[in-house]
């Protein structure tokens, strides 16, 4: 996808336990420059900035200039679609869970 595609998958984005683990860091501060998320990683900065612009591609990161650095900071509204989904999942479960309790409890009267 090309740097300026807004439109990248937000399961995508967080499937790389790396830019779940920015997500984290961005959760946990106002903003951040890249030079001081960078620490946090094994790899460079190079690296680090192009996690944090497929974060930027699902909407999950806004960006900013101040001076000659570019701060980043955390939009989790498009989190929202993944909590919708598990959500989803979890009533499935447990209606599925409840009817399996039903069918064992008929067997044993």
Known sequence: MSENNENRDVFDAVADPTRRQLIRLLSEAEEL???ELTPHFQMGRTAVSKHLTIL??????VDRKVGRETRFRL??????EIQDWVAYYTQFWSTNML???????????
């Open 56 to 61: 930027k591609e699902a909407g999950l990161v």
């Open 33 to 35: 420059p890249l030079h």
């Open 99 to 109: 009817r399996l309790k039903q069918l064992l409890e008929e067997e044993e009267e």
């Open 75 to 80: 939009n989790a509204s498009p989190l929202q």
